[in-house]
Nanobody, 120 residues
């Protein structure tokens, strides 16, 4: 059984900063790419950022230069530092990770989501 647990969401004013965390736990043999997506009602889930096990990161166009993704492989945790937040960043943020168990192939797991609201 594998779980991804997110934390760090909340209410922040425009221009402010917030850091999200997502920790993986359970029967984990190895973790490949980890990432963050976000979704607002009525829209498809979109990629915010992802990062490989080697540390190579990629970002969605709307967050480049403002968000930074990082990971701590020893803690099986991925982070998303968000700066210069805008009201349009308001969404439910989900982390995901490609995880292989002791006898399984890689499978994509998702967290439960954490709400980020940017408003004055």
């Amino acid at each position: 059984q594998v779980q991804l647990v997110e934390s760090g969401g909340g209410l922040v004013q425009p221009g402010g900063s917030l850091t999200l965390s997502c920790a993986a736990s359970g029967s984990i043999f190895s973790i490949s790419t980890m990432g963050w997506h976000r979704q607002v009602p009525g829209k498809e889930r979109e990629l915010v950022a992802d990062i490989t096990s080697g540390g190579s990161a990629g970002y969605g166009d709307s967050v480049k230069g403002r968000f930074t993704i990082s990971r701590d492989n020893a803690k099986s945790t991925v982070y998303l530092q968000m700066h210069s937040l805008k009201p349009e960043d308001t969404a439910v943020y989900y982390c995901n990770a490609y995880i292989r168990g002791p006898i399984n192939a890689y499978r994509n797991y998702w967290g439960q989501g954490t709400q980020v609201t940017v408003s004055s």
